[in-house]
């Protein structure tokens, strides 16, 4: 009897409309510990990958207004791939921290309210490339200093009618360059020449929620479901991607995800490198947050 009260309050609420002002300033925790893994799985080709690692952050100030925080961030991630069968593979190890910055703003239309995000670090690559070939076997390694750069601007639906219809709108600018590069390569355990390979590349992601759900009101939890879309640019093979996903979230109210599970499929601009990747994150942050 209950659910089905509650079920009937929300749809009267979304087909009246109510007055809403959210308090988003709670969307940044005080501090982050997120986990992140998925799978990257080639069209055209047999290669299989997957990836994983930890990311954290601590909000060192927060002004009194709650609209600028900033404080350290560290982030550590692990990369496999195989390809031609067993015949060769690919292993990235990769670690590093910064500074993250935020900015709040409650009254950014009459409809909205905005966070934005920039962080600026540097990091070490770490890559170790094998592949067996019936001419002999390959070895190489490839060590890499980062600098990283991550601006993301997020839209919140917090004014007016209809709340939970387009509740959030997100946009991501990320780019990486390596400052410093070495490379060792060996055939058949003797030192050859090599080139180092450049892994500098943009990525701009965006994500637009299409509405969000109440799945638990004692624990304020909501679903929602996100259109994804991307571009890519990688300068070491000079080429353009793009993909489009679908992504499905959970979050407490006011508050950024703390679950979510997408699909996104890449199509490069010659056709000849189209992929699948499956995403998976974990903020347990946002989850315990009260």
């Known amino acids: 009897m209950k659910k089905k009260l509650l079920f009937l309050v929300l749809t009267l609420l ?13 969307f940044q925790e005080k501090t982050n510990f997120v986990f992140f893994a998925g799978t990257v799985k080639s069209e055209q080709t047999d290669q299989f990958g997957q990836y994983y690692g930890f990311y ?11 609209r600028f925080s900033f404080g350290p961030y560290g ?24 500074l993250s910055f935020g900015y709040y703003e409650p009254d950014f239309s009459f409809r909205h309210q905005s966070f934005l995000g920039f962080s ?12 067996q070939m019936k001419e002999g076997l390959f070895e190489g390694w ?8 991550n601006l993301n601007f997020n839209l919140l639906k917090a004014f007016g009618t209809r709340p939970n219809l ?8 990320r780019y990486k360059h390596p400052m410093k590069s070495t490379k060792v390569a060996y055939w058949e355990g003797k030192q ?72 996104l499929y890449k199509v490069s601009e010659d056709f000849n490198d189209n ?3 499956i995403s998976f994150q974990f903020n347990f942050s946002s989850l315990l947050a009260k």
């Open 166 to 173: 387009f509740p959030r709108s997100q946009i991501q600018f």
């Open 275 to 277: 992929y699948f990747i």
């Open 14 to 26: 979304l087909a009246i409309g109510t007055e809403v002002k959210a308090q988003y300033e709670l």
């Open 56 to 66: 954290a952050d601590y909000l060192a100030f927060k002004s009194a207004d709650h």
């Open 142 to 149: 490839q060590d890499d200093l980062y600098l990283n750069s």
């Open 192 to 263: 050859i020449e090599t080139y180092v390979w450049d892994k500098s590349y943009l990525e701009i992601l965006t994500k637009q929620s299409i509405y969000k759900s109440l799945l638990s009101w004692r624990n304020n939890i909501y679903y929602s479901p996100k259109l994804v879309a991307s571009y890519n640019y990688s300068k070491g093979d000079k080429r353009n991607s793009y993909g489009i996903g679908f992504e499905t979230a959970l979050a407490r109210e006011y508050r950024d995800d703390f679950l979510s599970l997408g699909i």
């Open 120 to 131: 600026l670090g540097i990091s070490k690559g770490i890559e170790k490339q094998e592949l």
């Open 75 to 98: 982030v550590i991630s692990r990369s496999d791939s195989r390809y031609q069968g067993d015949n060769g593979f690919n292993r990235n190890l990769e670690y590093g921290g910064g």
